[in-house]
């Protein structure tokens, strides 16, 4: 595919927050490859959320291969949020692209997000995130495709999205001066809280089908076990920023239907006891909904971030 777009004079930069991944490498190489549309630059910010600058030494050995420039930041505290709020900060683009720190970008990945924000005038537009699974991944885990990551419509917009694959207009009234909240920096959910709140202030979400960047999934992740505890984790933010968004007089109707909806799933999951993918999918969706009602009761997010020895999510 052609790059027809032309954006004279345009800036995007592109976030990589990183956290003692040496995959990370490929991630830049990965970014070396794309295809621009004409007048389009592009720098990278790496966020290095690490107490020691343990990334720099990779990034400084990567700068003379690079066909673009690359601004290191030390971010020495670790919490997710604090380095995604240093690539804001950092940020002069007229856009900013956030990619994780251990996926690849596919050659026409920048190319197609810029599209679909020109086309639509969104203020985020997010792509697909495909799954890599390896040897070890459970055969319904790979033919479930239970990690591969897509935005969920309701009533026919997207209300929410995530960081693992977004392109963000920086001018937006919805996006300018927007951080991400510290206090999910260690448990997640602060990509959920983001653009559900940029949503609620006006933003409107777009989504570039083919704007794909794919990710390995490592054997700590290729278990029901990890699978749970991010679904719980999801449900919590659902479940606290469904409590934040409405009166408490509505609390007991929405904790009765997250409690009626997690005991369907746990039912349907024992009905599908034979089979392998639809036994797994309705029982993490019992798990999510189960994360939502603890949301809702005002228990706070479980830490997944900044725990040595943890697989990072």
């Not at 673009?68 to 690539?87: E, G, K, M, Q």
């Not at 991944?137 to 239970?146: K, L, S, T, V």
Request: glycine share 10%; hydrophobic share 45%; net charge positive.
């Amino acid at each position: 595919m052609s790059a027809p777009l032309s954006l004279p004079s345009t800036r995007v930069d592109i976030g990589v927050c990183t956290f003692r991944r040496p995959e990370l490498e490929q991630t830049l190489r990965s970014l070396a490859g794309l295809a621009l549309p004409d007048g389009v630059s592009v720098r990278v910010i790496v966020a290095d959320n690490d107490a020691s600058p343990s990334a720099r030494p990779l990034v400084d050995g990567l700068r003379p291969s690079l066909p673009f420039d690359l601004l290191y930041v030390h971010c020495p505290v670790a919490n997710i949020s604090i380095a995604r709020n240093a690539c804001l900060q950092n940020s002069d683009g007229d856009f900013l692209a956030f990619i994780d720190d251990d996926e690849e970008a596919s050659t026409e990945w920048l190319l197609l997000l810029l599209m679909i924000a020109e086309a639509t005038g969104a203020d985020a537009v997010l792509g697909p995130v495909r799954a890599r699974y390896g040897v070890d991944a459970p055969d319904w885990m790979r033919r479930g495709d239970f990690h591969s990551t897509s935005p969920v419509w309701v009533g026919g917009e997207i209300r929410t999205g995530y960081t693992c694959n977004v392109l963000l207009r920086r001018a937006s009234p919805a996006v300018a001066g927007r951080r991400f909240n510290l206090a999910l920096g260690k448990s997640g959910g602060e990509d959920t809280d983001f653009f559900t709140h940029m949503h609620r202030a006006g933003g409107k979400i777009a989504f570039a089908a083919n704007a794909v960047v794919e990710e390995p999934v490592p054997p700590g992740r290729a278990r029901l076990s990890w699978l749970a505890r991010r679904r719980f984790r999801m449900g919590q933010t659902h479940g606290r920023l469904l409590a934040e968004n409405a009166p408490f007089t509505k609390r007991p109707a929405q904790l009765a239907m997250a409690a009626a909806k997690a005991g369907f799933c746990i039912v349907a999951s024992l009905g599908c006891i034979p089979f392998a993918i639809r036994r797994n999918r309705y029982g993490l969706r019992a798990v999510m909904h189960l994360g939502v009602v603890s949301g809702l009761v005002g228990v706070r997010e479980i830490r997944q971030y900044g725990q040595l020895g943890a697989t990072a999510p």
